[in-house]
């Protein structure tokens, strides 16, 4: 079964820094995406990404936030400047056809302290 | 505003018996998709089954089914024969067509005990 793989599994870093949480999507994939979801609460649509640009972004994903597709084979979500409320769990996602959902990987809980 | 309410916060059920979980939401779509999510303790989310809003037919997998009522709003869940591994954290989500992301409901936190 096709995975979508992330990395790292779990990131502590200082309020003020800035992270990168890496994603490989399922290879033939072309719609990827980054979901958060802060402990005990729901899950939240942050980004959609498709042809190398942002689709839809929520009002979450401000100017401290950007993503990118390096590589044929990477997806990225950079946080520029990190907030204690930015911990949480970061799950990156992709799909083919949309009837078949998302395939969503196991996610990247970032801890800001 | 486009809302789902997953109106039962936890929920228990003994092993090998049928549980219910409940889903409303709210579209003025016509044309979406329907999901569930199991979120167990390793927190990663997994896809239990889906339904397209055009089809009658309740989607069934395994012991998944859903009674989906479009007139209603409403996409519920059965577990049959409920096992100790389906406890989990339970996400209703939808996902119209003409937009890209999916919208959650709080989720639905299932034990099932022994």
């Known amino acids: 079964e096709p995975e979508v793989t992330q990395t790292p599994s779990h990131q502590v870093t200082q309020m003020g820094q800035e992270v990168i949480l890496r994603c490989v999507p399922i290879?033939?994939?072309?719609?990827f995406y980054w979901y958060r979801q802060i402990l005990g609460q729901k899950v939240e649509f942050l980004v959609s990404?498709?042809?190398?640009?942002?689709?839809?972004k929520s009002e979450i994903f401000d100017d401290q936030f950007s993503v990118e597709r390096p590589d044929g084979s990477n997806f990225t979500l950079k946080i520029r400047s990190t907030k204690l409320e930015d911990s949480a769990m970061y799950f990156c996602?992709?799909?083919?056809?949309?009837?078949?959902?998302?395939?969503f990987g196991s996610g990247t809980r970032l801890t800001v302290v | 505003a486009q809302t789902v309410t997953q109106s039962q916060p936890e929920m228990s059920v003994q092993e090998a018996e049928t549980v219910t979980l409940s889903c409303t939401y709210d579209t003025s779509e016509n044309n979406y998709y329907l999901f569930w999510y199991k979120q167990p303790p390793s927190r990663q989310m997994i896809l239990v089954i889906r339904?397209?809003?055009?089809?009658?037919q309740n989607a069934t997998e395994n012991r998944f089914s859903v009674n989906f009522q479009k007139a209603a709003k409403s996409f519920s869940l059965k577990i049959s024969d409920s096992q100790l591994g389906d406890t989990a954290m339970y996400f209703c989500a939808f996902m119209t067509y003409n937009t890209d992301k999916l919208i959650f409901g709080t989720g639905t936190r299932l034990q099932v005990f022994p």
């Open positions: 990404f498709y042809n190398n640009e942002i689709s839809e």
């Open positions: 290879s033939n994939h072309l719609y």
């Open positions: 996602a992709s799909r083919g056809d949309r009837s078949y959902g998302y395939t």
């Open positions: 339904q397209e809003a055009y089809k009658q």
